[in-house]
């Protein structure tokens, strides 16, 4: 399936450097499965994102948004 993630981080520290509000988003084709681990490791994993992202250090407040794309047939 197709999803579109949005990752969006505020008040947070990159390589030492301070950012007021950093937004990503990118389009991937996932199984469903894998998409319910995901949210389900957000959700659980204390520090999810400084141990994945090299140079994040510090993240002030952050959320990911994962939604369904309807293909066009």
């Known amino acids: 399936m197709k999803v579109k993630f949005t990752l ?4 947070l520290t990159v390589d030492d450097r301070h950012y007021d509000s950093v937004t990503i988003d990118w389009v991937s084709d996932v199984a469903q499965e894998e998409v319910l681990k995901m949210s389900q490791r957000w959700i659980s994993t204390q520090n999810f994102l400084t141990r994945r ?21």
């Open 53 to 73: 992202m090299i140079g994040l250090q510090r993240v002030g407040e952050s959320s990911l948004t994962i939604e369904p794309i309807e293909e066009q047939v």
């Open 8 to 11: 969006a981080m505020d008040d």
